[in-house]
């Protein structure tokens, strides 16, 4: 019954700003991680950032420290994904993700496997 839903996309002008949600429902407890990923057309999927649940603790790759930001709104449980001066190259369909794991210090080497349908983001120049 797990469900995560993605929301907030849509086009944008180069130097603007990102604000995605993601809508998590249906996880039986809080020892879960989520995921933001993304991918462009013609590349692979990117692993954005992660965090869990329940311990708050939040990874990300070297690649993506300094641009991405997240923060999980418990009450809400809702995960969100930030980022400012956006360029075209950020355009891509931006994917949430979820799996279970006790820990958030296993969450950056989860294999995840639950997700939402994505959500589309256009950067024009």
């Known amino acids: 019954q797990e469900q995560l839903v993605e929301s907030g996309g849509g086009s944008v002008e180069a130097g603007g700003s990102l604000r995605l949600s993601c809508a998590a429902s249906?996880?039986?407890?809080?020892?879960?991680?989520m995921g933001w990923f993304r991918q462009a057309v013609g590349q692979k999927r990117e692993l954005l950032a992660v965090?869990?649940?329940?311990?708050?603790?939040?990874w990300y790759p070297d690649a993506m420290k300094g641009q991405f930001g997240i923060s999980h709104d418990n009450a809400k449980n809702t995960l969100y994904l930030q980022k400012s001066g956006l360029t075209p190259a950020d355009t891509a369909t931006y994917i949430c993700?979820?799996?279970?794991?006790?820990?958030?210090?296993?969450?950056?080497?989860?294999?995840?496997?639950?997700w939402g349908q994505g959500t589309q983001v256009t950067v024009s120049s």
């Open positions: 249906g996880f039986s407890s809080r020892r879960y991680c």
């Open positions: 965090s869990h649940a329940g311990d708050g603790k939040i």
């Open positions: 993700a979820a799996g279970y794991s006790d820990y958030g210090a296993f969450c950056h080497a989860l294999k995840y496997n639950f």
